[in-house]
Nanobody, 117 residues
Framework: VQLVESGGGVVQPGGSLRLSCAAS????????MRWYRQAPGKEREWVAA????????GYADSVKGRFTVSRDNAKNTVYMQMNSLKLEDTAVYYC???????????WGQGTQVTVSS
């Protein structure tokens, strides 16, 4: 299993970024995918989730209305469009898959998002 995030960077408050997570090694189109983030000195927190066919989404209250998760099952990729970024969105963002059969967690290496004026 491999999860490879990309798209992070430095952006000013109010700006936008689009994160990508390319997945391999499992049946991506059948699986829910999630995004988490970890800010300096804080615990990792759940940000968003999308079901296997992209018809269902969930968001943390802190990002609702600003972030949008989507996926392209033909490309085995999940995305997160982040708009109206705030200073407090600064964190390392991780793609996550939970293998239900074994209750095993799989994480990408993370991509740094820095919101700074």
């Amino acid at each position: 299993v491999q999860l490879v995030e990309s798209g992070g960077g430095v952006v000013q408050p109010g700006g936008s970024l689009r994160l990508s997570c390319a997945a391999s090694g499992f049946s991506f189109s059948n699986e829910e995918m999630r995004w988490y983030r970890q800010a300096p000195g804080k615990e990792r927190e759940w940000v968003a989730a999308i079901n296997s066919d992209g018809s269902g989404h969930g968001y943390a209250d802190s990002v609702k209305g600003r972030f949008t998760v989507s996926r392209d099952n033909a490309k085995n990729t999940v995305y997160m469009q982040m708009n109206s970024l705030k200073l407090e969105d600064t964190a390392v963002y991780y793609c996550h898959w939970l293998r239900l059969a074994s209750n095993s967690d799989y994480w990408g290496q993370g991509t740094q998002v820095t919101v700074s004026s």
